[in-house]
Structures are given as structure tokens and as C-alpha cells.
């Protein structure tokens, strides 16, 4: 375990009783009624949730990176985020909400699948691989936006309308440990075959086909990177809806504390994302607002400034 | 350990790129490919190091055909340095070279740091790439390909973007590589470079041997002109000559 990654998880040590403790009831455990009940059943399967959820985006986010070679990647370029929500989307559409995360999985799962036969037919040597591939996860990307936009006009009803949006905007109110038992093991799945392939993504540093020369086989870094991002990415949309940024913003607060190599990258990003998660998902039970603000808003809110002053930071030459 | 090819063919997308070239390359000696621009050296290279498939013919080491090695073990044979001088993230110099270590899967402290020393980076080692000079990043990606200990190294214009001190010192460091044992394969434009350093010279015109030996028998006149379409001469003691256009009078 690198630097980096000792200090975010000395900072999820301490962001975790304060999140339990935080929100619109701040609890007491010694006075408040019910403590134990509101902890164990609500506030750490939420919790819990936003440190599986962010990780999975964090790392998602630093193999992307490191895979495009392209600081401002994010783990929505595959696809596999949008096609998620259209199969959640599409449990909405058919009345089926109750197996939403099934339906997402599902989304999720093509996706991949039609990544995968993307990447067998890459053709291996020629180079432009890469921009091909993502060029492919592009257009899978904005066929599943244009899909679910169509099925937000074409809902059976208003209720199913307003259910659909609210979904989209990624929230963790009301999760249970249902939830945490569907992405727990699929995100940690995800982390571990992005960890597997980290190695390869260093050499990808060097470009194409140096890293072919060190040995890499880009067909199976593809692969991995196809399962990883989208076990990660697939799970979490699953269970709480589309939450950006994340991938994008947290490896680059957790580069400059690293040797910037992939590999470095990958556990701390996932400490990372879990930190940001969960303050993010605390922050938005606190403030006063009428409704709680959804956790993919305020992250939104906050990512597109971070963004634009990236994008500013990087004509300055400074990135 | 020899490298040879063997009626090689490469197709890039509908281009036959390089056709029917045979040829054995001897450990201990350095190699030129030279040739007009598309003549299909850096394709030959590729094809050579096994980062091409051959559409028909075939690259051996030792014997046995590049496509029978594992990917991993051809890597730790073959050193293979592309012209791209691309570094994606700013990575220390020491970082870099250390990736050089990655189809032996260890961190090898020792040979990266031989690699460090050879290739004079002591005093970069902890800079980071953006902040070198061309010439120190090709001592650096030099030394990255250095650290894996390869038999054989096969380099595409390694004195592209280096200024004239830089790429003699990087000629010298290529030729003690030589001098230990190693093959050097290397992709060169300045033919000056190739007559007074190549133990051989493969000349390419339009993916073929247009001529293959010593330097002195591969880069004549006549084959310059015929290749090129220049009409040059040779001025200067051998080792130490200069290529000149032909006075005309």
C-alpha cells in the first residue's frame, strides 16, 4: 500500500462514524431513540454503499485514465454507465421497478458484451486500437442516452416519468443492505480485474506498441478492462443510479500523490472515490434543503466547475 | 542467437509494406535499415521485433518462429524502441527505465540501475519526463529498453530528435551494446550514420532489399541514385566519411 492509499484510508477511517452519525437527525447514541436500529439498518448499509459505490467509480476512473492515456477519460466513455441506466430505465417502462437492479445488471452486461466483440474485432498490431475502441464505447454510450431519452417522452405515465428522472440523477436514500449484498461483491469483483491489469496499464505509458513490445497483449488488457470497469461501473449504476464525476475528479486529486503511473493509481483512486462518496452522500443528508439534494446533482454541481478549471489548467501546460 | 527472416511479407490495411525480405542477423553487430521515406523500414522493424504479423514468411529467434515465443518471453529477448518518444504521465526517469523490468516481473534494481548508469541519468533519475530535454528522453527510453536485458535491440530513428553530440553518445552507447554481445537493429535517415557505424546495411526501396551488406557495399553511389534519386558522393577516410551531392562539372 502506497502513501496515497494509507492516506485516504486513514481519511475513510475518520469519515465513517461521522457519516453514521450525520444527517438531518444528528444522532447521539446514547440518547437519541432507537440508535442502534436507525445505525444498523440505515445509515451504514447507506454508508457502506457510497464507500462501494465511490471505490468502484474511483478505480473505474484510474484504469480509464490510464487505459486512454488521457487525464480527462471518465468511466462513462465505454457505455457501460448509459446502458445500465437504460436497462433500469426499461424497468420503469415495463413495470418491473422492483427488479430494477436486475434490469441495470442487464444493461450493463450487453453493454460489455458488445465491447467485447468490439475489442475481438480491433485489429491487433495496425495501432489506433484504442481510438477505435473508443470511438465504439462513444457511440454505445449515446445510443443508450438516446434510447432511455425516449422512453423518459414515451413513459406509460407521469408517475413512471417522474420515477425514471428522479432515478437517473443517482441517489442513496432509502438503500438497504439488499443492496449492498447486489454491489459489494460485483464492484470488489471489478476492483480486483482492474488491479490484475494494472501492470499492463503502465506500460501503456510508453504508448501502444512499446507496451506490445514489453509483452502486453491488448486484446486482453481489453478484456480486463471491459470486465473490470464494467462490474464496477454496471453494479453501482444498479444500485443508486448514474453518480458522475467521481472517476473523472478522483484520480486527479490522488495523482500528484503518487509516481502517476496506473498501477500506483488504482487502490488509492478507490480509497478516494470511497471518501468523496461518502462526505458527498453525507453533505447532501445536511444541508437544509426542502427535499434532499440528489447525490449525482450536488456531485454534478460540483464536478463541472472542477472540470472546466481542468480543462483551464491543462491550456496552461500545467497538466 | 540469431534473428532472421524468411521470405517476410507485412500487409498494413491494403499495402503490402514489406515484400520477400530474407535475411540473418548476426548477435555482436549493428544493423541499418535505411531507405527513402514509406520505403517500409519502421514496418520491417515491427515485423522483426513481432509486433507485426508476417502475412507470409516468418521472423525466427534462434531458430524458433517469433509467433511460437510467448509474448512475455519474445519481450525479454527483444528490446524494442519505437520513434514515438511518447510518455503518457509524468514519470520519473528512474519509474521509466524500471518499466523496462516488466515482462521479467520484477523490479530488477540492479539492471535498471546498470541501465540508469550506462545511459548517464544519475543526476535525472527523479526528474520527471516533462521536464527533460529530447536528448535526455531518448537516453531515458534507451535505458528503459537497457533495463530488460534484451539480446537483441531493435531501435526505430533512436537519433530522430537528437542534436549532433547527442546522437553521437547515443551511437557509442548502441555499439558497446554491440561490443557485449548484444544484436542492434536500428532504423536510420542519415546515411553518413550508417556508412561510418553499421557493421551492415539493408537499403529498402518500396518494401524490398534494394541491396543488403557491408556499408561500404550497400550504400554506393549507384545505389543511392537508384534509390534515392539523388546523385551524391562519398568524401572522406572510411569510418569517417561525409556524403556529399556530385559536383557537376
Known amino acids: 500500500m502506497n502513501r496515497a492509499a494509507l492516506i485516504f484510508a486513514a481519511l475513510l477511517v475518520v469519515l465513517v462514524p461521522l457519516s453514521l452519525l450525520a444527517g438531518r437527525v444528528w444522532i447521539d447514541p446514547a440518547t437519541t431513540p432507537n440508535a442502534a436500529l436507525i445505525l444498523m439498518e440505515l445509515r451504514l448499509p447507506r454508508a457502506v454503499l457510497a464507500i462501494v459505490i465511490g471505490g468502484g467509480l474511483g478505480a473505474a476512473g484510474a484504469a480509464m485514465q490510464g487505459y486512454l492515456r488521457n487525464p480527462l477519460a471518465d468511466p462513462g466513455l465505454f457505455g457501460i454507465a448509459p446502458m445500465a441506466a437504460l436497462g433500469a430505465v426499461a424497468s420503469f417502462w415495463v413495470g418491473a421497478s422492483w427488479a430494477l437492479p436486475v434490469f441495470a445488471l442487464a444493461g450493463a452486461g450487453l453493454a460489455m458484451v458488445l465491447l467485447a466483440l468490439v475489442a475481438g474485432r480491433t485489429p491487433s498490431g495496425a495501432g489506433g486500437g484504442i481510438a477505435l ?130 498501477s500506483s493509481l488504482l487502490l488509492p483512486s478507490a480509497l478516494a472515490g470511497a471518501c468523496l462518496v461518502l462526505a458527498a452522500d453525507s453533505a447532501v443528508r445536511v444541508l437544509p434543503f426542502v427535499t434532499e439534494l440528489r447525490l449525482g446533482i450536488a456531485l454534478s454541481l460540483v464536478g463541472a466547475p472542477f472540470f472546466l478549471w481542468l480543462l483551464l489548467r491543462m491550456r496552461r501546460g500545467r497538466l | 542467437m540469431m534473428l532472421a527472416c524468411d521470405n517476410l511479407a507485412i500487409r498494413r490495411g491494403q499495402a503490402e509494406v514489406v515484400r520477400g525480405i530474407s535475411a540473418e542477423l548476426r548477435p555482436g553487430t549493428i544493423t541499418a535499415i535505411v531507405g527513402p521515406n514509406g520505403a517500409g523500414k519502421s514496418s520491417l522493424l515491427m515485423g522483426l521485433a513481432g509486433l507485426l504479423p508476417a502475412e507470409s514468411g516468418a521472423v525466427r529467434l534462434d531458430g524458433t518462429p517469433l509467433t511460437e515465443l510467448a509474448s512475455r518471453e519474445r519481450a525479454c529477448r527483444i528490446g524494442y524502441l519505437p520513434q514515438s518518444t511518447e510518455i503518457a504521465w509524468d514519470v520519473a526517469v528512474e519509474n521509466l527505465v524500471a518499466l523496462g523490468r516488466m515482462p521479467h516481473r520484477d523490479r530488477g534494481s540492479e539492471p535498471v540501475e546498470a541501465a540508469i548508469r550506462v545511459m548517464e541519468l544519475e543526476e535525472l533519475r527523479t526528474r520527471p519526463a516533462s521536464q527533460l530535454s529530447g536528448g535526455e528522453t531518448s537516453r531515458a527510453l534507451l535505458a528503459r529498453v537497457l533495463a530488460g536485458e534484451p539480446q537483441w535491440i531493435l531501435a526505430d530513428e533512436p537519433l530522430a530528435a537528437l542534436d549532433l553530440a547527442h546522437q553521437i553518445t547515443l551511437i557509442d552507447h548502441l555499439k558497446s551494446c554491440a561490443r557485449s554481445g548484444m544484436g542492434v537493429v536500428i532504423v536510420l535517415h542519415d546515411l553518413a550514420m550508417a556508412m561510418n557505424h553499421a557493421d551492415r546495411v539493408q537499403v529498402l526501396e518500396e518494401g524490398a532489399l534494394a541491396a543488403d551488406g557491408t556499408a561500404q557495399e550497400a550504400l554506393t553511389p549507384e545505389t543511392i541514385a537508384r534509390v534515392w534519386g539523388a546523385d551524391v558522393e562519398w568524401i572522406g577516410m572510411p569510418g569517417r566519411q561525409a556524403i556529399v551531392a556530385s559536383s557537376r562539372d
Do not use: K, Y
Open chain 1, 133 to 262: 475502441f473508443t470511438l465504439a464505447g462513444l457511440m454505445i454510450a449515446s445510443l443508450a442516452g438516446a434510447l432511455t431519452a425516449l422512453a423518459i417522452t414515451m413513459a406509460p405515465s407521469a408517475f413512471a416519468m417522474s420515477q425514471i428522472v428522479l432515478w437517473l440523477n443517482g441517489a442513496l436514500t432509502d438503500r438497504s443492505w439488499d443492496e449492498v449484498w447486489i454491489a459489494a461483491p460485483l464492484t470488489l469483483a471489478g476492483i480486483a480485474v482492474l488491479v490484475f491489469a494494472a501492470r499492463s496499464l503502465d506500460a501503456l505509458t510508453l504508448g501502444e506498441d512499446a507496451a506490445r513490445s514489453l509483452g502486453i497483449d491488448p486484446r486482453v488488457l481489453l478484456f480486463l478492462l471491459v470486465a473490470g470497469v464494467g462490474l464496477t461501473v454496471g453494479s453501482g449504476v444498479a444500485v443508486a443510479g448514474i453518480i458522475g464525476f467521481v472517476g473523472l475528479i478522483v484520480p486527479h486529486l490522488v495523482r500528484p500523490l503518487t509516481d502517476r503511473l496506473p
